[in-house]
């Protein structure tokens, strides 16, 4: 498995798979969660946070700039954009990986350099 996810996971590198990569945006955008009403996202926040009480009007901020960045909606309760979120994190893993890749070449030239000659 590990091997089929390499495979995948290089051919979404390839600079070809623009194309690629917005029709997966696409299919994954309708894929949201189950909305969740304030007072409950509130109360579990409180559960986690305990150390006080999370302000109705902070939920309300905090849900804002979230929405502002398209990571969950507010209509009926709050829900999160799993397909924007997905899509976020893997083109965000994509540049992550090349910029890796490109620093580990740049290592390698440089032991190169500094390597002294046979």
């Known amino acids: 498995m590990k091997a089929e996810l390499n495979r995948t ?6 600079p ?3 194309a690629g990569l917005v029709m997966l945006h696409t299919l994954l955008s309708p894929l949201k969660g189950n909305p969740i009403e304030p007072g409950e996202v509130r109360e579990a926040v409180d559960n986690i946070v305990k150390e006080r009480e999370v302000s109705k009007q902070s939920i309300t901020n905090v849900a804002r700039r979230l929405e502002e960045s398209n ?9 999160v954009n799993y397909g924007y979120l997905i899509s976020m994190l893997l083109h965000n893993m994509m540049q ?4 890796m890749n490109d620093l580990e070449e740049e290592i390698l030239s440089l032991k190169e350099l500094l390597s002294p000659p046979a």
Request: charged residues 30%.
């Open 9 to 14: 996971f290089a051919k979404l590198m390839n």
């Open 16 to 18: 070809r798979m623009n």
């Open 71 to 79: 990571i969950i909606e507010r209509t009926k309760g709050y829900s």
């Open 96 to 99: 992550m990986t090349k910029r």
